[in-house]
C-alpha cells in the first residue's frame, strides 16, 4: 500500500510540474501546448509529403496551421512551405508569383523570424524569373522566333529539382552571419560560414554552412554575386549530405540558377530582336 501511495504521489507531482512550466513557458492552457505539438508534428510530415507527390494533403496541412497561428511560430513556417510548393516542378499548379507572395508575407508578419532572410532571397530571385518571363511573353506576340525562345525557356524552367520544407533552427555562429546577410554585409557573412565549414567539414551544421554559402552566393544584391560558386557549393551540400534537411532546398536552387544561367543568351537574344523591330 505504502509503495502505491507514493507511485500515485510522483505522478501527482509530474503533473504539477507540467502545469508549472506551462504557465512559466507562456502557454495560457493545456490545449493551446497541445495544439502546439499538434502543429509541430504535422510539420514533420511535410517533407514525406513532398517526396510523394502528393501536394495537396501538404498544401492544406500548412493552410491549416496558418490560420491557426496567422501572427506565431509555427506560422512561419507554414508560410515558407507554402512558397516553396508553388514553386516546386513537379506540383501541377506551381504558380511563381503566388509563391513570391508567401515569401513577401514572411517578411511583413514575421520580420523577425530565421527565415525572413531565406524568404527575402527566394522573393528576389523569383523577381527576376518573373519579369524574365514577362519579356518573354511580350516577345511572343511580335515574332515567330519570339514564340520558339518562349517554348525553350519554358522548357528550362521545369528541370527545377524538389523542394523541402523543413528548416531546422540554426545556432549562434549560423544566426550571427544571418545578421551580416541581412545587413549587407556579404563578406562577413561569408567568412563566418568559411569558418563554420573549416571547423566541421562534412558534419553538421557543415551542411547548413554550405547552404547559406550558396544563399549568398546567389543574392541579387550581392555586388560579388557569383552563379558559379553558388552552383558549387549547393552540389557540394547534395552530395556530402544527401540526408540534410537543407539538401533537397540545395536542388530546386540549382534549378533556379540553371535557369537563369541558361537565359542570359536568350535574354541578349530578345534585345537584340527588340532593337530590330523599333527600326
Not at 134 to 144: F, N, P, R, W, Y
Not at 205 to 213: M, N, R, S, T, V
Not at 233 to 243: A, C, S, V, W
Request: aromatic residues 8%; proline residues 6%; contains cysteine.
Amino acid at each position: 500500500m505504502g509503495r502505491k501511495r507514493i507511485g500515485k504521489r510522483k505522478h501527482l507531482y509530474l503533473f504539477l510540474a507540467l502545469l508549472i512550466v506551462l504557465t512559466v513557458s507562456g502557454c495560457a492552457t493545456i490545449e493551446e501546448w497541445i495544439r502546439l505539438q499538434e502543429a509541430r508534428e504535422q510539420l514533420a510530415e511535410g517533407p514525406d509529403l513532398v517526396s510523394r507527390g502528393e501536394f495537396g494533403p501538404f498544401l492544406t496541412i500548412n493552410e491549416k496551421i496558418l490560420a491557426e497561428f496567422p501572427k506565431d511560430p509555427p506560422g512561419d513556417e507554414a508560410l515558407f512551405n507554402l512558397g516553396l510548393l508553388f514553386a516546386h516542378p513537379d506540383n501541377p499548379k506551381r504558380d511563381y508569383k503566388v509563391s513570391r507572395d508567401f515569401f513577401k508575407w514572411i517578411r511583413r508578419d514575421f520580420p523577425k523570424s530565421p527565415l525572413s532572410g531565406k524568404a527575402k532571397i527566394w522573393e528576389e530571385t523569383l523577381g527576376v524569373i518573373l519579369e524574365l518571363e514577362k519579356q518573354l511573353g511580350e516577345l511572343k506576340v511580335q515574332t515567330e522566333p519570339g514564340r520558339k525562345k518562349l517554348a525553350r525557356l519554358e522548357e528550362l524552367l521545369l528541370k527545377q529539382e524538389e523542394a523541402k520544407a523543413e528548416v531546422r533552427a540554426l545556432r549562434e555562429p549560423l544566426q550571427q552571419g544571418l545578421a551580416h546577410l541581412a545587413n549587407g554585409d556579404y563578406e562577413g557573412a561569408i567568412e563566418i560560414n568559411q569558418k563554420i565549414l573549416a571547423r566541421y567539414g562534412q558534419k553538421p551544421p557543415g551542411d547548413e554552412a554550405l547552404h547559406y554559402l550558396g544563399l549568398i552566393y546567389s543574392h541579387p544584391g550581392n555586388p560579388r554575386k557569383d552563379y558559379k560558386k553558388s552552383v558549387t557549393f549547393f552540389k557540394r551540400l547534395i552530395k556530402e549530405f544527401p540526408q540534410s534537411p537543407f539538401s533537397e532546398e540545395a536542388k530546386i536552387w540549382l534549378g533556379i540558377l540553371d535557369v537563369i544561367e541558361k537565359t542570359k543568351e536568350i535574354d541578349i537574344e530578345i534585345q537584340q530582336k527588340k532593337k530590330q523591330l523599333k527600326r
